[in-house]
């Protein structure tokens, strides 16, 4: 798949990125029950729509497309597409979940948001 170098960065870019850091930095200010909350949901959301409409908006319609592949895979030439998609769907959110809950119930960690 290419896209025109004009949009790689524009600022639907810079809007996923944002929450990108947000949601994978979570764990720290996030009770976990907030944290499986939202990761329950965006499962919800991935079956019923097929992917992030930030990235349907900046690549189109393939639903084999993540953010995180087509920018990785400049500085990865030979990144798998379907393995990337596997990790960041549904690795990541357990690896966040899972610190969460080693953070705040192990080591006793008070997030900003605590319930």
């Known amino acids: 798949m290419e896209v025109k170098s004009r949009k790689d960065f ?3 870019f810079w809007i996923h990125l944002l929450l990108i850091i947000v949601s994978y930095s979570s764990f720290l200010y996030l009770d976990w029950i907030i944290i499986l909350i939202g990761v329950i949901s ?8 097929g992917g992030c409409d930030l990235t349907f908006k900046e690549f ?4 084999d ?10 500085i990865i030439p030979r990144l798998d597409k379907l393995k990337t998609k596997l990790f ?3 690795v990541l959110p357990m690896v966040l979940l899972f610190a969460a809950i080693l953070l705040q119930t192990t080591f006793s ?7």
């Not at 189109?60 to 639903?63: A, I, N, S």
């Not at 008070?110 to 319930?115: G, I, N, Q, R």
């Open 10 to 12: 524009s600022w639907i």
């Open 42 to 49: 965006l499962q919800i959301y991935y079956l019923l729509r």
């Open 60 to 63: 189109g319609d393939d639903k």
């Open 65 to 74: 497309t993540t953010f995180a592949w087509y920018y990785l895979s400049k």
């Open 88 to 90: 960041i769907r549904h």
């Open 109 to 115: 960690f008070k997030p900003l948001v605590d319930l």
